[in-house]
């Protein structure tokens, strides 16, 4: 006996049992690598984005591993509100700068340090979205900063240089326009018969006009030339019994 059946056609539940189930995701995104100088204040930034719009049920996680190596220690977490880290190598260092409604989860690190230096992940989970890409990952580097010169170092080096070299150039000029006198070339002492009447005394004839010495003069004046000319200012020694006559 041949007994036959239709075939049972599949319902609406297994269908559903079938298809392909809708799960949610979210993806976090940071920039691959950060360079940063010792003593800088470093942005690391971290960008989500999710099916899902987050409530008060998302939270944000920071992690650092060492250049060095080793397990990741987490140091900042965010739930509702921030939790810097209260002691260990990131505290007081670390200020939040996320905007969960505009998909931020960004942090700053305050005083970089050649410490700092390793792999800082961002993970982020934003219920029911638990699928896709929830963490990423930046490799800090800190190098020790540049010496810079400051614009009063310039200053007082440029002093220290032109203001030597001003002074000279001072004189040289001085020197060209007010050129030295010529000294005689004899300078033996001449006898009363070759001296005019009172020249030895440095007395000069009624009428007769009496060179200055001029401030140039004086300026470029040798110090022999000096004694000398402050003598002959002096006038003659007056010895006892002379009297100048009057005729």
């Known amino acids: 006996m041949i007994m036959t059946g239709r075939r049972k056609k599949p319902g609406l539940e297994g ?37 899902s719009r987050p409530t008060s049920k998302m939270t944000v996680s920071w992690s650092y591993r060492p250049q060095s190596g080793g397990p990741p220690q987490s140091f900042f977490h965010f739930s509702s509100r921030a939790f810097p880290p209260p002691h260990g190598q ?10 969960p409604a505009r998909g931020e989860a960004s942090i700053s690190l305050i005083n970089a340090t050649l410490n700092d230096n390793g792999t800082y ?8 979205d638990v699928h896709g890409s929830p963490t990423s990952h930046t490799v800090l580097t800190v190098t020790p900063k540049a010496p810079s010169i400051r614009f009063s170092d310039v200053v007082v080096l440029l002093a220290f240089i032109l203001l030597p070299s001003a002074v000279i150039t001072l004189i040289l000029i001085g020197r060209m326009l007010c050129p030295k006198k010529q000294r005689n070339k004899s300078k033996v002492y001449r006898s009363p018969i070759e001296v005019t009447e009172g020249e030895e005394y440095g007395i000069h004839p ?39 006559s009057q005729c």
Not at 17 to 29: C, E, G, H
Not at 121 to 128: A, G, H, K, L
């Open 121 to 128: 992940t961002c993970s982020v989970r934003n219920p029911p």
């Open 15 to 51: 269908l559903l049992t079938t298809a392909p189930s809708l799960v949610s995701s979210i993806t976090v995104s940071s920039p691959a690598e950060v360079h940063a100088s010792k003593g800088d204040t470093v942005t690391l930034s971290c960008t989500f984005t999710s099916t």
């Open 206 to 244: 009624p009428g007769a006009e009496v060179k200055r010495a001029t401030c140039c003069d004086l300026y470029l004046m040798d110090l022999e030339d000096e004694e000398e000319y402050y003598n002959l200012k002096k006038g003659p020694p007056i010895d006892e019994g002379y009297a100048q």
């Open 90 to 99: 990131f505290a007081d260092r670390i200020q939040w700068q996320g905007s």
